[in-house]
């Protein structure tokens, strides 16, 4: 079965530093991840996705995540924050029969 | 096109009471889905829907969950006899499968609060 572990559930982070996300998955099939942000009372928005080819990922707001196979691992990533990147982001794994398989969420919160 | 909508945004009910929600996907979106979120956690998948065909559906869905796209556009999500448990956030998605993996595009959801 496939599964999603996001490895912290609160990210504090000040204002222009780096940050990094963590995801590992577990699928015994081909893997295609997701990354997704949900701002408070909003619905899904895609950030960027990882199906083939290169495995360093570049998606919207200036975050880029990279796809590490060996270690099971699709970390986000971006090097200087805005306190508008304050939202929930979670990482996801297609499941073969159509579905999302979901990790349970990382808050990031950018203080000033 | 304004994207994937969902009606209500919020819905107060009191236990045993019958709610309906609805999403009106992307047009022209063939696959419809639906997602259960709970306070602290990611999306579940309920179910979802290739055209009018009901495809898939999780054993999260219980028999007082009932979910329609009549006519392959829009969809309904039923509950009966709500109760405390199914208070969470209903996420409806929408895709456009022709071939290969393709984006979900999410509306803004209706939490349901059951009193």
């Known amino acids: 079965a496939q599964s999603v572990t996001q490895l912290d559930s609160q990210v504090p982070v000040f204002e222009e530093a780096p940050v990094e996300l963590r995801c590992n998955y577990s699928?015994?099939?081909?893997?295609?991840l997701f990354w997704y942000v949900q701002y408070p009372n909003q619905g899904l928005q895609l950030l960027l996705k990882?199906?083939?080819?290169?495995?360093l990922v570049k998606g919207i707001n200036g975050f880029e995540a990279e796809f590490n196979k060996s270690q099971t691992s699709f970390h986000l990533r971006k090097p200087s924050v805005h306190i508008s990147d304050t939202a929930e982001y979670f990482c996801?794994?297609?499941?073969?029969?159509?579905?999302?398989?979901f990790g349970q969420g990382t808050e990031l919160s950018v203080k000033p | 096109d304004t994207g994937v909508s969902q009606d209500p945004r919020h819905k107060i009910t009191k236990r045993g009471q019958n709610v309906t929600f609805r999403c009106d996907p992307i047009?022209?979106?063939?696959?419809l889905y639906w997602y259960r979120q709970t306070l602290g956690q990611g999306p579940e998948f309920l179910t979802y829907?290739?055209?009018?065909?009901?495809?898939?559906k999780s054993r999260l869905l219980s028999d007082r969950f009932s979910a329609e796209r009549p006519k392959g556009s829009f969809s309904t999500l039923e509950i009966q006899r709500t109760e405390q448990g199914d208070s969470a956030m209903y996420l409806c998605?929408?895709?456009?499968?022709?071939?290969?993996?393709?984006?979900?595009?999410f509306g803004p959801g209706t939490r349901l609060t059951v009193l």
């Open positions: 998605a929408s895709s456009l499968v022709l071939a290969g993996i393709n984006e979900q595009f």
């Open positions: 699928s015994s099939v081909s893997v295609y």
């Open positions: 990882y199906l083939s080819g290169s495995t």
């Open positions: 996801a794994v297609y499941n073969q029969g159509g579905k999302l398989i």
């Open positions: 047009s022209e979106h063939n696959r």
């Open positions: 829907f290739q055209n009018e065909a009901q495809l898939e």
